[in-house]
């Protein structure tokens, strides 16, 4: 979410935060986690930065 108070139904753990990225985790094809990663900035995962934490999922992958 580039900005999350767009969003109605979003709950904030963190007052502060404004866009957040959620990104699953697959083990064997089940879900078994998820990288939940927030920021104060408003916009802040861009095209790169979702790209690096895809590849952060995928490497977790093995490691859970």
Known sequence: LDDVNDELNYI???E???SE???PIFRQGQLSGLLDVISKRQ???DQP???FL???S????DRI
């Open 16 to 18: 502060d935060v404004k």
């Open 43 to 45: 916009a802040r995962f």
């Open 49 to 51: 930065a979702r790209l």
């Open 58 to 61: 995928l490497l977790m992958t």
């Open 54 to 56: 895809e590849e952060v």
């Open 12 to 14: 904030s753990v963190h």
């Open 21 to 23: 990225i959620a990104l």
